[in-house]
């Protein structure tokens, strides 16, 4: 009961996170604020910082009966799982973006790298 609980609160701020995405995507100010997240994200990152941040976020969501509930935290494995994609996704840049750019050149793998990331942080 209690794993079936963790993942319903999952889906419930991933469901959050789909709507708040939304919203920001439809802002005025979206380019300008994208390149400075896609910058604090990558060469800026805080590390333990910005983790302490998302463990301390408050999400309010419903429950089976319609009543508010509040969820303080994303929990530490959801942090971790996506660090690890992260990770991941990091060092196969390493070798996969080399090879790319002799083949389409080093304006379109960087504008394609950009928004590629962006696109998976999303989904």
Avoid at 21 to 43: G, N, P, R
Avoid at 84 to 89: K, P, S, Y
Avoid at 90 to 115: C, D, E, Q
């Amino acid at each position: 009961n209690e794993k079936q609980s963790i993942w319903s609160q999952l889906i419930s701020i991933l469901i959050i996170m789909k709507t708040n995405w939304q919203s920001y995507v439809k802002a005025d100010i979206f380019l300008a604020s994208l390149a400075y997240v896609l910058l604090y994200t990558t060469v800026l990152a805080p590390g333990g910082l910005l983790n302490s941040y998302f463990s301390q976020l408050e999400f309010k969501i419903k429950d089976e009966n319609g009543n508010d509930k509040i969820i303080v935290g994303v929990p530490a494995t959801v942090i971790s799982i996506f660090q690890v994609i992260a990770g991941l996704l990091g060092l196969s840049a390493t070798f996969v973006v080399p090879r790319l750019i002799p083949k389409y050149g080093l304006i379109k793998i960087g504008i394609l790298s950009i928004w590629s990331q962006q696109i998976i942080s999303v989904s």
